[in-house]
């Protein structure tokens, strides 16, 4: 789709968010602001102090759950809602459980604002769904060629033949992945033939909210009663932030596992010193990306975070306007450097 | 090659050295003899001369992986490492290779010769026909430096549990100049062979450093001193009217040191002489940066020669008389270094004795190394007189008592990328200090940061670039951080006009601002005189 050459964009970049001018609304906005769409649950996207939250349904409890308290209205895939004769909808983004893209139409101009996005269908999140648009604003966490995800099913494989190997030589299995999101994901592909699910409370916690919307396996919290002959055997989902705690202690013998796109570089996994390293990610790899943009049919693309400079520079070479723009957000390097997101709920 | 990408797969996916002996010990036992030869061979670094250069396999590789070139660099940078790059762009394969380890390594040295069109189409049927790790382990096996978390210590420990052969005796048997092309596991690792012992350096007996203070070491009349010289380790092997001189890193550099072709005259066959290689311009001990003109070259001009000879400090014998006297006491083998010294030394010899110091108390040894600048020495080495000459790094009877690193503080200025474990961090670092109203680069530093600080200065780095080229970020002058180096000397090779030994971050001055940083004066002034 051409894009008409206006005097201002449709949605800038600013020192708070993403803002749309013409209806005065932030998208995923960093500072506090009167009037917020949020993509998803994650600390970086969904912050504290907004006036009012906008965002899909089944992210409403997910953002209660982090910021207690808060003005918000959940809206369906979809629907279509307009703020001052601007149009707005949400799209799956299929990143995590109700996680959007933002659809902004204004005089005949569309902007989609992807949040964090995977194409692959996790089984869990309502897949992601391409937007035609005039302009893209794309994250690409993982824009280099160097990242290409296997198959889910068979990261699960790896996984729970993992759990059954430590299984067999009477040790525990800890299995990292951050508490919104990937932990769920995990849980849900676990093999309970097995043996049993055990969660650190961070998780345990979210995943509460997370049920009524996800068919998960029964799990059992690790608490200061919880009797190490019990554990035995199992597999334990804790938050990047518990390995090297005292927490894991009352594990051992233990092996350590962790799913990230990260994982992918041996470094990281050697950084992080954990035993298995499984390249699974919510976020899209090089060819997720491209894809996407594609199949959006635009023609002007913004890159936030990640390797932006890297990737709007491929974009550039082949055809397409892009540029970069800072934001705050973070993907999954929030995972590998563990700061708010657990660290709140950890206790 | 299954196998033995199997095999770096279970290393590298696990941290724990009891499951790393158990999985080299497991491939020892389960893979051909030949294969075995192979693997030995790549894990003490003797890998093939390196058959493609790098810029060729870059470009090689973007184009099977249909990217340009550039969007390959950039990926190799952040990935940091090549044949990791390698294995992660090109697209995964279908099936797995059939081809054994040794099968593979006597093609990559077939490929040296031949032509580039050769070459591409060897590698890119090879690539494309390997997965992920096959892919990864086969381009590490081009490229060289396979450095995967094994030391040569740990593989001998594996081969030992293997075979049922003593460990100590396997470092022997692996020491020195063996082609694993020619050799049989046969001959190389289960026969006793006498002729083939006859280059052959023994393992090296290196030192920690001393913990706490040396009055813990007890009665000062149990130990030796000497000066800690800042030189080449290596052995001198004499048998046979032949001479070898061995580095530390097991490296035969006998030609870089003709110097040393003095010995066959006055030393007699079946002596081993333990010492270190140190310049000697102007008929003084010079410093590290002196030796660095010699350490490059494969052969020496007459020019260089004369300019920057070198001697070897001699501080034990390993050998004397054709026969192993590691297990004598450290007294008795310094008792027979001592008279051979006696015997040949001349002005000219470039044999030199490691002098040890006399001392009746910890008090008079401390005042020594406070001299350690003075006589471009780094501290002192405690032995104890009735130590055995041990295999590898032990405890007990050896020390190195290094003086204190001499430190400034300095200016962040460029960041690059790491490597390995750093890969995708920047961790490698280049300071600068004030000249006039400028900060001058002195020094690059890479590593004495914890992993949690390396964090937070990369994530500093990533907000705080003002600048890129290439992979290299100038960053906003900020950060302090004291560096230490152990030595110092003028250099007319650097802009600071300074060369620093072994420079690495102390700490990170955070309560300093850049103004406080110190001078390239202030650094002159600690260039001994």
């Keep these: 789709m051409p894009l008409k050459k206006e005097k201002k964009p449709l949605l800038c970049f600013d020192d708070k968010g993403i803002y749309c001018e013409p209806a005065g609304v932030y998208l995923d906005p960093w500072k506090p602001v009167d009037k917020a769409i949020i993509t998803h649950g994650h600390a970086d996207h969904s912050r504290w102090g907004h006036k009012q939250y906008i965002t899909h349904h089944t992210n409403v409890p997910i953002i209660k759950h982090r910021l207690g308290e808060i003005e918000v209205s959940g809206k369906e895939y979809g629907e279509t809602f307009t703020i001052n004769n601007v149009k707005f909808s949400l799209f799956p983004a299929g990143h995590i459980i109700g996680s959007s893209q933002v659809r902004v139409e204004h005089k005949g101009e569309v902007w989609v604002f992807s949040g964090d996005y995977k194409t692959e269908d996790d089984g869990i999140s309502v897949p992601f769904e391409p937007v035609k648009c005039h302009a893209f604003i794309t994250e690409c966490t993982f824009g280099l060629p160097a990242f290409k995800w296997l198959p889910q099913v068979q990261v699960m494989n790896d996984i729970n033949s993992w759990w059954q190997q430590n299984q067999s030589e009477g040790k525990n299995s800890i299995l990292f992945g951050y508490s919104l999101g990937k932990a769920q994901r995990l849980l849900k592909f676990l093999d309970t033939s097995i043996g049993s699910i055990f969660t650190h409370g961070a998780i345990e916690n979210m995943t509460e909210v997370v049920r009524p919307f996800a068919d998960l396996p029964e799990t059992t919290r690790i608490t200061r009663e919880t009797k190490k002959e019990e554990i035995k055997g199992g597999v334990v989902l804790a938050p990047p932030s518990a390995h090297g705690s005292t927490w894991i202690r009352k594990m051992v013998p233990f092996e350590t596992g962790m799913a990230s796109g990260w994982m992918a570089f041996r470094g990281a996994r050697r950084r992080r010193a954990v035993d298995g390293g499984f390249v699974l990610s919510d976020h899209s790899d090089w060819q997720g990306l491209l894809s996407s943009i594609k199949a959006t049919g635009c023609e002007r693309v913004i890159c936030t975070h990640g390797y932006s400079e890297i990737f709007s520079r491929f974009l550039n070479e082949n055809g397409y306007d892009a540029r970069t723009a800072e934001t705050q957000y973070e993907g999954e390097l929030a995972e590998m450097n563990p700061k708010s997101e657990d660290k709140d709920e950890d206790n | ?529």
């Design chain 2, 1 to 529: 090659m299954e196998e033995f990408a199997a095999l770096i797969r279970e290393l590298d996916s696990t941290n724990k050295t009891t499951v790393k002996v158990a999985a080299l010990t497991r491939y020892f036992q389960r893979v051909p003899n030949k294969d075995k030869v192979w693997a030995i061979a790549i894990l003490s670094h003797r890998r093939p001369p390196r058959p493609v250069n790098t810029t060729l396999l870059r470009t090689f590789a973007a184009e099977l992986a249909n990217i340009p070139l550039w969007l390959f660099e950039e990926s190799y940078h952040i990935v940091g490492d090549l044949a990791e790059t390698i294995a992660l762009v090109i697209p995964p394969a279908e099936e797995s290779s059939e081809k054994s380890l040794t099968q593979y390594l006597e093609e990559i040295i077939d490929l040296k010769a031949a032509t580039e069109a050769d070459k591409k189409e060897y590698l890119h049927e090879n690539w494309a026909a390997l997965n992920y790790y096959e892919r990864f382990v086969f381009t590490k096996l081009i490229t060289g430096s396979f450095r995967i978390g094994v030391s040569q210590k740990l593989m001998t420990r594996a081969l030992s549990k293997a075979t049922d052969i003593d460990e100590d005796v396997l470092a022997y048997k692996l020491m020195g100049d063996w082609d694993p092309q020619k050799i049989t596991f046969q001959k190389l690792i289960l026969e006793e062979n006498e002729e083939d012992f006859l280059s052959k350096p023994y393992p090296f007996y290196l030192a920690y450093a001393i913990e706490g203070e040396p009055g813990d070491l007890g009665d000062p009349a149990d130990w030796s001193a000497e000066h800690k010289w800042d030189g080449i380790r290596s052995q001198v092997v004499i048998r046979n009217r032949e001479i070898f001189v061995w580095s530390r890193g097991e490296e035969l550099v006998t030609d870089k040191y003709p110097e040393f072709s003095a010995f066959l005259e006055v030393i007699p066959d079946g002596t081993v002489i333990d010492g270190e290689i140190l310049p000697f311009p102007d008929g003084d001990i010079g410093t590290f940066n002196d030796l660095q003109t010699r350490i490059g070259r494969k052969t020496v001009s007459k020019a260089l020669l004369n300019k920057t000879p070198v001697i070897l400090k001699a501080y034990d014998v390993l050998e004397w008389e054709g026969k192993d006297i590691r297990t004598l006491p450290f007294l008795e083998r310094r008792k027979i270094l001592e008279k051979l010294h006696a015997t040949i030394a001349t002005e000219d010899l470039p044999f030199h004795l490691s002098e040890t110091i006399t001392f009746s108390n910890w008090k008079e040894a401390t005042a020594e190394r406070e001299r350690a600048r003075e006589v471009k020495s780094e501290g002192l080495m405690l032995k104890r007189w009735d130590s055995p000459y041990l295999v590898g790094r032990k405890k007990g009877d050896w020390w190195k008592w290094k003086v204190e690193p001499l430190t400034v503080d300095a200016v962040l200025t460029y960041a690059m990328r790491g490597h390995g474990r750093r890969s995708n961090l920047f961790t490698d670092y280049t300071f600068a200090l004030w000249q006039d109203d400028e900060l001058v680069t002195f020094a690059k530093a890479y590593s004495g940061l914890t992993d949690a600080e390396f964090r937070q200065v990369d994530a500093w780095i990533k907000k705080n670039t003002l600048e890129r080229f290439g992979p290299v970020r100038f960053v906003k002058q900020e950060l302090v951080f004291e560096i230490a180096f152990e030595g110092i000397a003028e250099s007319s090779r650097h802009k600071s006009g300074v060369a620093t030994r072994f420079p690495r971050i102390l700490r990170w001055r955070k309560d300093k601002k850049i103004e406080e940083a110190n001078t390239i004066e202030e650094l002159k002034q600690l260039i001994p005189k």
